[in-house]
């Protein structure tokens, strides 16, 4: 009879895959980063040894600084103050509040659809509502951008649906794949507007014409569009005019509207059929009072802020222009996110790890699984609050340890 395994096999087998990662050197280490009203994109790093140093945040996804708008800041501290700190239950289970009702409808209005439903996250609402409506769909067929986020992947994963993947971006593929599946089986497509790690935008008009060809139900990511993108910051969809052109437009409420949470909107028929079917939406405590009450002064408030907008993208031109004056090689973006391609993952770590400690500069590495092996990079993302200073200081300490790091690169190669 063979022996049971020992508790000691588990550890050391949970141990041994964290060494993979080592000898990848992709294990992932948190910055612990202090921010502080008023002071973005200045705050507090400190060190293991609790050291405390001022920095300046370059990767953070509260675009527009949001979380720290007095606006926002006024109705999270109201809203607690008034109706407590948790919403006590699951929607169904004396979870709901006038809260999630008025920044559902707010939501609805901002994408122009009948109705908004709400997730603990944006990562809940793909999973749940891609998930649950490709699955109640009998024979449904789901084509997914290549470069889709995780979130969207572990859907289509859960509705157990037969999956076709188009490369990047890619009209012809789509099609291609389109084509080959029975003119009658329902399908969706799933794609993203502005995709967060290269900093490009989809095709959207020419994917809802094939949708409408095809069939296909259109669910669009905006997550990182919503709240800096369109008249009234409704994303990609909203600036092009297409908003109606797609079945579900999906957001967070954790980057540019500075809180958390996630969403959907869509036709009535499909918020419903999602918030009676999702078990990520049901069997889960609602989101509190504060939080929702802060999304909702802060997408209120971004509705006008074109002026915001303005500035934030006059501030990612200028980052791209400085950046590129100096001399440092930048992905070519048509938006705000600015990456700067390292290629490996241990220069990238170093280089990320020598930008914080010697120069004050925060910005994470980003390795993989969240960009394909081979295309590691810094990943940038000025803020309205990021000024000329501190965008050529910047350049100065990317110009010093850009350089610096390639060597590392051939020791690796020989050894
Ligand atoms: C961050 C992100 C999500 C998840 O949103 P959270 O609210 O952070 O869970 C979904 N889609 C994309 C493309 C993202 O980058």
């Not at 449904?140 to 994963?157: K, L, P, T, W």
């Not at 389109?178 to 329902?186: A, G, K, N, Q, T």
């Not at 590129?324 to 770590?349: F, N």
């Amino acid at each position: 009879m063979s022996q049971a395994q020992s508790k000691e096999y588990y550890e050391r087998f949970f141990q041994a895959r964290i060494e993979d990662l080592h000898k990848e050197g992709r294990y992932r280490v948190f910055a612990n980063i202090e921010r502080m009203v008023g002071k973005y994109p200045k705050a507090l790093f400190r060190t293991e040894d609790g050291v405390e140093k001022e920095i300046a945040i370059w990767c953070s996804n509260d675009y527009l600084g949001m979380g720290h708008h007095p606006v926002v800041i006024d109705a999270v501290c109201d809203a607690v103050r008034k109706n407590g700190a948790g919403a006590g239950g699951t929607r169904n289970i004396s979870g709901t509040t006038n809260h999630h009702i008025a920044l559902e409808k707010e939501l609805a209005d901002l994408h122009d659809k009948e109705a908004g439903l709400l997730f603990s996250s944006g990562y809940v609402s793909n999973e749940s509502a891609i998930g649950t409506l490709a699955k109640l769909m009998p024979d449904c067929v789901i084509f997914s951008d290549e470069m889709n986020h995780a979130s969207m992947i572990q859907g289509i994963r859960q509705s157990g649906c037969e999956k076709y993947i188009f490369r990047h971006n890619d009209l012809k593929h789509l099609r291609s794949l389109l084509d080959s599946v029975e003119r009658c089986r329902p399908k969706m497509i799933a794609f993203e507007s502005v995709y967060s790690m290269d900093g490009d935008i989809a095709p959207i008009e020419e994917i809802c014409d094939i949708a409408e060809e095809y069939g296909a139900l259109t669910y669009l990511d905006e997550v990182h569009a919503v709240g800096m993108y369109g008249s009234k910051g409704g994303g990609i969809a909203d600036q092009r005019g297409l908003m109606n052109r797609l079945d579900v437009i999906e957001g967070t409420l954790g980057k540019a509207f500075g809180l958390m949470g996630g969403y959907i909107t869509a036709s009535q028929a499909i918020v419903d059929v999602v918030r009676s079917y999702a078990p990520g939406f049901i069997f889960t405590t609602a989101l509190p009072p504060a939080i929702l009450s802060g999304a909702l002064a802060s997408v209120r408030h971004l509705k006008t802020a074109n002026d915001l907008r303005e500035k934030h993208q006059e501030r990612a031109a200028m980052l791209k222009q400085i950046l590129t004056q100096r001399g440092i090689q930048i992905m070519d973006t048509e938006t705000h996110i600015v990456p700067v391609m390292i290629g490996d993952p241990r220069i990238c770590k170093q280089t990320s790890d020598i930008l914080l400690e010697r120069f004050g500069i925060y910005v994470q590495p980003i390795n993989y699984p969240t960009v394909p092996r081979g295309t590691e990079r810094l990943r940038l993302t000025p803020s309205p609050f990021h000024t000329d200073e501190d965008m050529r200081y910047l350049a100065d300490c990317l110009k010093k340890v850009l350089p610096a790091a390639k060597p590392v690169r051939l020791v690796r190669q020989v050894a």
